[in-house]
């Protein structure tokens, strides 16, 4: 059974940076689709990146966040790394990683959550002086 796990969170000042990881347990998470996503109290939920599941260069990012975060993948940790910068105390929010495990390959990677099965428990990510 595949678990994913996120892992990086806690509390950043505004301006800083924070790298999140999404790693799994019993499998590589190579071969998939990866999105993050986040919810902030009182707010929906928001896809913030994604990855495709065969090229890496293919990814897409919300709005509120293009130009601050990249997405990337480690091949040799199997993990995928949301790299947040210029943090905003907007940007405060639980962050969960998802796997899309049933998509075909070769696909481009959406943001909605509904095409993403296996999630992660979430991490929390704050950002304040």
């Known amino acids: 059974q595949l678990k994913v796990v996120e892992s990086g969170g806690g509390l950043v000042q505004p301006g800083g940076s924070m790298r999140l990881a999404c790693a799994a347990s019993?499998?590589?998470?190579?071969?998939?689709?990866i999105g993050w996503f986040r919810q902030a109290p009182g707010k929906e939920r928001e896809g913030v990146a994604c990855?495709?599941?065969?090229?890496?260069?293919?990814?897409s990012f919300a709005e509120s966040v293009k130009g601050r975060f990249t997405i990337s993948r480690d091949y040799l940790e199997h993990a995928v790394f949301l790299q947040m910068s210029s943090l905003k105390p907007e940007d405060t929010a639980a962050y969960y990683c998802?796997?899309?495990?049933?998509?075909?390959?070769?696909?481009?990677?959406?943001?909605?959550?509904?095409?993403?099965?296996?999630w992660g428990q979430g991490i929390q990510v704050t950002v304040s002086s």
């Open positions: 990855i495709s599941n065969y090229d890496d260069s293919i990814t």
């Open positions: 019993g499998r590589s998470l190579d071969p998939f689709a």
């Open positions: 998802a796997v899309d495990t049933m998509g075909n390959y070769g696909s481009a990677c959406v943001r909605s959550a509904e095409n993403y099965d296996l």
